[in-house]
Each structure stands twice: as C-alpha cells, then as structure tokens.
C-alpha cells in the first residue's frame, strides 16, 4: 500500500478479506503495528493468485491501523476545559469564531487555523461545515475548547477532499471558541453599578465623557482609554460612536459602571477594524465620568443662607469667597481652603468663566451654594492642561465671604455727594489750564481717601485712573484742557464711561 500511496479501505469481518486477515484485523487499536501470519487455508489455498500468489503459500503482513470507524458510529465530542461562567451556547443559525488543529486518528495534522493566525469563522448549523462539525459545535461556550471526532460518512466521505484529506478519513478537530452570536441579537447590557444617587440619566444629544477597556469575548484586551489615561468623549445617539455603543451609552448615570456586549453587526462588522478582527463580539466596560448638555444652563444648588439675605451680589461688585472645585465623579481639582487665603473678583467682568459669573449671581455674604457648570460655560474642550480635563462638568461648593457693592454699570468712579461746579479748577491745582495724569491722580485719590468719591472695587488704582485720564484726554497729548474735560453726562453714553 506504500508503493501505491494510499491506504486499503475495507470492512472487517463481512467477507471482503481473505479469512485470516479479517480475523488477525478484529482488536487492533489505532497506530499498532502487527506482524500477521497467515496460513493457506486461510488465505488463497492451493490454487493461490496467478501472478502474484503462489499456490499454498504463507502470507505475511506488516500491518499499521492508521484510521477506523464504524458505520454506527456518531460524532464524539469530549471537553477538556470549560469556563465557570457559561452564560450562552453555541445554538443552530449562531455565528461562531473559532481556532482548531484538525489531525486524522493518527495524529497527522492536516490543516490548522493557529498556523494561518485567523479563526475560523462560520455559521452553525445551516450546512455551511461539514455535518459533523455542525454537531459538534452545538452547545459549546466561549472558550470552551473540544476534541470532536467525526467519522468520515459525516465529514468528507469516500471521496475525501480531493487536497488534503483522503477518502474514508475520520477526523479530529481540537476546538477553542472565541466568539458566539446570533444575526438577531441586540446589544447586552449586564454588572450594572449604579450610584444611589442618579438625578438625571444620558439621552441622545448628551455629550458624555467615560472610561473603558474593550475586550473580544475571550478576554483579549484591544483598547483601553486607561492606557492612554484620557477619557473618550463624545455625543451619544448621534451616530459619532458605533451603533451599539450608541445605543449602550444611553441611560447611563455619572458614576455608573456597566458592561455593554456588542454584536458584530452593531459593532465593526465582517471587516473588523485594527486589532478587532471581522465578526467579533466586543465587550466594553465602562465608568461614566460625566455628561452632560449643549443646551444645559449652570445649576445652583442652595445649601444654606443666613436669615438676614437682603444683600444680594450684582455685576460689578467686589466679592470674596472660598470654593472646592472638583468634577461630577468628586476628583478634587483645586480648593482656596488648601492656599489658605479667598478668590476675590469683580463680578461680571470677566475675571472667572462665565459660569462661574451665572453662578456668583444674587448670593448673600454667608450664603454656601453648589455650582455645577457645563463644559460651555466653563473651560470648554480644551480644558486647561494638567488641570482641567477637556469638556469636562464642574462642580464647585462656594461660601461667600465679603461682598463690596459696586458701581453702576458703565462707571469706574462715582461721588458721593454733590459734584463741584468747579471741578477742573480744583484738579487744576497750579492754574494753568492744563492737567496732567500726576496732578488727576491725586485729585482722584484725595477724593476716595475723604469719602467723597468711590471707585470701583477690585480693579487696579492706577489702571482705573489712567484709563479715567485718557478718555479726557482726547487729542491724546498727555494734557487734560477745559474744553476737553466733561462729566459723564455730558458724555455719550456709548463713547466714553469715565466721570
């Protein structure tokens, strides 16, 4: 049979061997050699094989049992390992991926998915494999591996592969799964951890900010946004993500962890994308950081106001106060308690985010509230580098400590009392018509030190009247003259907003 290159193919013990051969056959296991003697009685007698036999010879046979089978025989699947969880089985019509060795009872390989670096990936059950891998497959969980046997009449039968295969082959396939799904399934949400307190949860239009690791069904890890210690970004419902992960993200609230498992067909599809190969189940664990509006306002949050609040805070005054500031999921970003001293500003004049200015507004001395402000009216998505991550919330918890009121909109210094008919003689201390930054410098301190003026608080003394000074100054000569010098309402309101 070695000259001919193939095996002898036959049936033991139904008269298609000589006598002896069908008897010296029965017991031998796969891959046993045997030295069988056979006498004439029990082999071509006396009259032997013209040609080839002699008459009353004795035959000797080295036989090695390279496969067997019988036509009874079913497809034998024997696991070897199997995960504690289980949660699903391979059902007909599923799509699978999976690695195998395939190698004849022998051991000969013959094929191997391992050494071509790609799964296999097939449906189940709709005779796209051979009829006894569709069997053996049924019932299997991911990761999972099998031996499955299949006896040539439920494999490539007679006729083999016409390759590598050869007819009345029983094969064996060692099988690990990595992956299962059905065209028809949705996405599964699953371990969720909600937060006892959840106040709003994420619709389409939200713009979340969230971490995760991305795995394929068997575990293996493809992405994570902690690698790159960034959170990933993005609307929700809108189409920026894949169609599960859109649909995964919605209802979520800030703090919450859960796992979204995505079927291929919501996921990256038959072509796969990078690491994720095609058809691949995707696994995403998640922890939402934040979300939150394009349309949301700044939220205040009242947690105490004095009985005596009738000094509210407005535009232009000067206000001192302490805050935590700190994001939705309660990371600490900065805090005037730890530097020991309080954040003074002009409200309203640009000195903080715009939030921040909305969220100051109408408040107490003594009164402490919670702001939350959306990325818009905060630091947007940019954030600040190495403070502020980019579009993130921001929640800070204020106390109010000082307010000084501030002038009218528009003016940078008022008086007190009735203003002088002979205002620019007064300023015009040595008479002679012309004024100049030092000697308006010194009017204007004089008049703040006796009470009879006001300046507006917080901004700088000499920036105040430098700028009072220039818009006097109207030729821009450094000197102030009667005929330039008015009052502001002489002014037009719109040109000029000094005095």
């Keep these: 049979s070695y000259d001919r290159g193939s095996t002898f193919n036959v049936f033991v013990g139904k008269g298609q061997l000589i006598a002896g051969m069908d008897k010296a056959l029965v017991g031998m296991c796969v891959n046993e050699r045997r030295i069988i003697k056979i006498p004439p009685k029990l082999a071509y007698g006396s009259e032997g094989v013209a040609g080839v036999i002699p008459p009353n010879a004795v035959l000797h046979f080295d036989v090695l049992l390279i496969d067997l089978w019988n036509s009874e025989d079913e497809v034998q699947v ?47 059950g709709i005779g796209w494999l051979i009829p006894g891998m569709d069997q053996g497959l049924l019932g299997m969980c991911v990761g999972e591996k099998r031996i499955i046997t299949i006896p040539p009449f439920l494999a490539y039968g007679e006729e083999g592969d016409g390759k590598e295969i050869p007819g009345q082959a029983s094969l064996v396939f060692d099988v690990v799964l990595l992956d299962l799904h059905n065209p028809k399934d949705g996405i599964t949400i699953e371990n969720q951890q909600v937060p006892e307190s959840c106040e709003r949860r994420s619709q389409a239009g939200d713009f979340l900010r969230y971490h995760y690791n991305g795995t394929l069904l068997d575990g293996t890890l493809f992405d994570s946004s902690y690698s790159r210690n960034r959170t990933y970004d993005t609307y929700v419902g809108k189409g920026y993500v894949i169609a599960g992960m859109d649909e995964g993200l919605l209802g979520v609230c800030t703090g919450e962890k859960r796992r979204i498992i995505i079927p291929p067909h919501l996921g990256y599809g038959e072509e796969g994308r990078g690491k994720i190969p095609g058809s691949a189940v995707l696994v995403f664990d998640i922890h939402v950081v934040d979300f939150h509006n394009p349309s949301d306002s700044v939220s205040i949050t009242v947690n105490y106001k004095p009985s005596n609040c009738t000094v509210l805070s407005k535009k232009g005054d000067y206000l001192k106060y302490h805050y935590n500031a700190s994001l939705l999921d309660g990371t600490l970003l900065d805090s005037t308690h730890s530097l020991g001293k309080t954040y003074n500003i002009v409200l309203g004049s640009g000195q903080v985010v715009v939030g921040m200015d909305m969220g100051l507004q109408d408040m107490c001395v003594g009164e402490r509230r919670t702001v939350v402000i959306p990325p818009h009216l905060g630091y947007g998505e940019d954030g600040v580098e190495g403070e502020v991550p980019g579009s993130a919330v921001l929640v800070f918890d204020i106390e109010l400590l000082e307010l000084v009121s501030g002038l009218p909109e528009g003016y940078m210094f008022v008086w007190n ?83």
Excluded: W
Aim: contains cysteine.
């Design 78 to 124: 024997q696991t070897y390992f199997k995960p504690e969880k289980c949660p699903r089985t391979v059902q007909v019509s599923d799509f699978v991926r999976y690695h195998y060795n395939g190698t004849f009872l022998d051991g000969t390989l013959f094929d191997s998915s391992h050494n071509r670096m790609r799964t296999y990936d097939t449906y189940v």
């Design 417 to 499: 009392g009735e203003v002088s008919p002979n205002l620019f003689e007064e300023i015009d201390q040595n008479h002679d018509g012309e004024v100049l930054l030092e000697e308006f410098s010194e009017y204007i301190q004089a008049q703040v030190d006796s009470g009879k003026g006001k300046l507006a608080p917080g901004f700088d003394f000499e920036k105040i009247v430098k700028n009072m000074f220039t818009n006097q100054d109207r030729d821009g000569n450094g000197k102030v003259t009667a005929e330039e010098f008015k009052l502001k309402d002489q002014e037009a309101k719109e040109e000029h907003d000094e005095l």
